[in-house]
């Protein structure tokens, strides 16, 4: 069946580094964009990045520009986040999902999800 299975999640001190990975299987993987979303207690779902079927288009909440990149390798169904000069505010379980369109910042718009990884950071 369809799945997709994130790992790389962590405690880490604020100012250092995590990657991120979403493994997919049991679907085409070249034909969905994939997104990364992060929702910390008591708040809203949010997004964070966004690649579309070739990684030709990239999407970022502006929150993470310039910190957090977000890759794929279509020969390894393979989608990452690579997270850098982490905050506190980083601090959140992060989820990973895939969508048919051509690339989304949408939460609606996409189909299939993982169920996460916790990053903590701490100050």
């Known amino acids: 069946q369809v799945q997709l299975v994130e790992s790389g999640g962590g405690l880490v001190q604020a100012g250092g580094s995590l990657r991120l990975s979403c493994a997919a299987s049991?679907?085409?993987?070249?034909?969905?964009?994939m997104g990364w979303f992060r929702q910390a207690p008591g708040q809203e779902r949010e997004f964070v990045a966004a690649?579309?079927?070739?990684?030709?288009?990239?999407y970022y909440v502006d929150s993470v520009k310039g910190r957090f990149t977000i890759s794929r390798d279509n020969a390894k169904n393979t989608v990452y986040l690579q997270m850098n000069s982490l905050k506190p505010d980083d601090t959140a379980h992060y989820s990973c999902?895939?969508?048919?369109?051509?690339?989304?910042?949408?939460?609606?718009?996409?189909?299939?999800w993982g169920q996460g990884t916790q990053v903590t950071v701490s100050s």
């Open positions: 999902a895939a969508s048919r369109m051509t690339i989304t910042t949408s939460f609606h718009d996409y189909d299939i």
């Open positions: 049991g679907l085409t993987f070249s034909r969905y964009s």
């Open positions: 690649i579309s079927w070739t990684g030709a288009r990239i």
